[in-house]
C-alpha cells in the first residue's frame, strides 16, 4: 500500500516502524548517547529508535532538538526514516542535516495505518510511504 505525502528530506529507507501518538522532543525525550526514549510520560518509554522507522505526529521542543538528532546519527542510534502527520522546523532540520529520510502530510494519517513492527518503506526523495505486508 503506497501512500503519497510531502518531501521533508530526501532518501529511501526501509525499516520497522516505532509508532506514537504523542509528540517528540529530541532535545529531553531521547537519550543523544543510546537512542532510547527516556521521557517516562511517553507511551514507547525506552524504546531505542536506532534504525526504525520513527511515526510520531510531530516534534516539540527547543532548537536544540535538530542538533540531538544530528548527534544520534553520528552515533548511528538514529531512526532510519521519520513520518509525520505534520513537521515543524525543529525536526525537518534535524532530518536534512543528518540525511534522514522524511515525509508529513500523507493523503491518510500515518497513525490510522501504520502500526508498531510495520516494515515501513519511506521515500523522500518522490515523496511517499508504503506499508509492506505479507
Known amino acids: 500500500m503506497k501512500i503519497k505525502g510531502r518531501t521533508i528530506s530526501r532518501g529511501i529507507a526501509i525499516g520497522s516502524a516505532l509508532v506514537t501518538s504523542q509528540p517528540i522532543s529530541f532535545l ?7 537512542g532510547r ?11 531505542i529508535v536506532a534504525n526504525r522507522v520513527l511515526v510520531f505526529p510531530n516534534g516539540k521542543g527547543s532548537t536544540v532538538g535538530s542538533y540531538v538528532l544530528y548527534q544520534l546519527m553520528k552515533k548511528g542510534v538514529a531512526p532510519c ?3 509525520n502527520i505534520e513537521s515543524e522546523v ?3 532540520v534535524g532530518a536534512i542535516i543528518s540525511d534522514i529520510p522524511l515525509v ?11 502500526h508498531d513492527g510495520d516494515m515501513v518503506l519511506v521515500n523522500g526523495t518522490e515523496g511517499y510511504v ?3 505486508r505479507d
Request: hydrophobic content about 45%; proline content about 5%; overall charge negative.
Open 90 to 92: 525543529i525536526v525537518a
Open 37 to 47: 526514549i527516556i521521557e517516562k510520560d511517553n507511551e514507547l518509554f525506552s524504546e
Open 28 to 34: 529531553g525525550d531521547i537519550d543523544p548517547i543510546n
Open 81 to 83: 526514516a521519520m513520518i
Open 104 to 114: 508529513d502530510c500523507l493523503q491518510t494519517n500515518p497513525l490510522d495505518i501504520i
Open 130 to 132: 508504503e506499508v509492506i
